[in-house]
């Protein structure tokens, strides 16, 4: 399904500010991107979701409103705090229903709890585990902080996986390249959501909350690898390999 392929029914019409947002950077994003969307089978149309997304490209957070949009859900992401104090544009951003994240700062718990109340009033939520754009030289996921877990123990929401490939062809983080070819192919698919059964009703400790983003981010790079064509290393090794530090969540 393209971009302006039919919206599914599902989320309330969209606000007057997505609205706009839609109308103006939609016909850019046709342009630049031959676009296929996979797996709306697995996105509940109705009721509190979370979505974890592999993070490739600066590039990529557009690609990503516009498949989860032409789902028939609202987007709404977890974005670093910095461009919502952007003049004019900030404001605009807020109003499309998008949540600051506050990094370390007092602020911090903030953005959880804003996430939660997103979640609780039936919003999807879209969030990046890893925190950053993948620093791999082969640009498979890293692996993911824990925020997405807090958020699914809090909220007892599914978290349906995202894995994405293509806009890192559009601007590469790690070469800092950027290529604004028309048609450039992107390829999104959202899996079945991720059975986190076993850590039902447990503490949110530091073993468990890893053991869920571990599971999470290892059903990403599945769908990455289906993508791909190939198969993801191991979490654990793909993650030694990045040597980098990350930022704080």
């Not at 949540?99 to 007092?106: C, L, M, S």
């Not at 939660?116 to 969030?127: E, F, L």
Request: hydrophobic share 40%; no cysteine.
């Amino acid at each position: 399904m393209g971009l302006f392929g039919r919206r599914r029914g599902g989320d309330k019409r969209p606000g007057f500010w997505l609205r706009v947002a839609v109308m103006i950077v939609k016909p850019v994003m046709v342009f630049f991107t031959k676009a296929t969307w996979l797996g709306f089978e697995n996105i509940p149309l109705k009721g509190g979701v979370i979505f974890a997304v592999n993070h490739i490209s600066h590039a990529d957070p557009l690609a990503v409103a516009f498949f989860i949009y032409d789902s028939g859900r609202n987007p709404s992401f977890l974005g670093k705090a910095g461009i919502f104090t952007i003049p004019v544009l900030g404001p605009i951003i807020k109003a499309t229903g998008q949540i600051p994240v506050y990094r370390g700062t007092a602020d911090a718990v903030k953005s959880l709890h804003d996430a939660i109340s997103a979640v609780d009033d039936g919003r999807g939520v879209i969030i990046y585990p890893e925190g950053t754009t993948t620093r791999q030289p082969d640009m498979w996921p890293m692996r993911g902080k824990n925020g997405v877990a807090r958020l699914a123990l809090e909220t007892g929401a599914p978290v349906v996986p995202v894995g994405q490939w293509g806009p890192q062809n559009l601007y590469n983080p790690i070469t800092k390249k950027l290529r604004l070819r028309p048609r450039t192919p992107v390829t999104i698919k959202a899996g079945p959501p991720v059975d986190l059964s076993r850590w039902q009703g447990v503490e949110p400790t530091s073993a468990s909350l890893n053991e869920m983003t571990d599971a999470i981010m290892r059903r990403i790079a599945g769908i990455v690898g289906e993508l791909r064509g190939e198969e993801p290393p191991p979490l654990h090794e793909s993650s030694a390999r990045f040597t980098d530090k990350p930022k704080k969540a």
